[in-house]
Nanobody, 121 residues
Framework: QVQLVESGGGLVQAGGSLRLSCAAS????????MGWYRQAPGKQRELVAG???????YYTDSVRGRFTISRDNAKNTVNLQMNSLKPEDTAVYYC???????????????WGQGTQVTVSS
């Protein structure tokens, strides 16, 4: 029932910016943490940035200072503003959310389908 849909990926030159958005829809009672992961070819998926229900943010070292994560609880969305992009940021970016779908259910992990970000040099 729950769906996460990402948007905003694309091709950009090094030094440029992109803004990723992820909207959760469907049966949602509450959303705990949300985050962005990425996976480059031949590499493991890594957490890029996360944000708690109280808007406390986490960033992996390689993006800290360049990326900003935010959320809009009224719209059930999480965003990732990516500035000063580097070729090594090239990856498929996945939205993740921990969601309670009803008052009678527990928390479950949900994933978006992924959006490609390509940074050219």
């Amino acid at each position: 029932q729950v769906q996460l849909v990402e948007s905003g990926g694309g091709l950009v030159q090094a030094g440029g910016s992109l803004r990723l958005s992820c909207a959760a829809s469907g049966s949602i009672f509450s959303i705990n943490s949300m985050g962005w992961y990425r996976q480059a070819p031949g590499k493991q998926r890594e957490l890029v940035a996360g944000i708690t229900s109280s808007s406390s943010a986490y960033y992996t070292d390689s993006v800290r200072g360049r990326f900003t994560i935010s959320r809009d609880n009224a719209k059930n969305t999480v965003n990732l503003q990516m500035n000063s992009l580097k070729p090594e940021d090239t990856a498929v970016y996945y939205c993740n959310a921990v969601i309670r779908s009803s008052s009678r259910s527990g928390m479950s992990d949900y994933w978006g389908q992924g959006t490609q970000v390509t940074v050219s040099s």
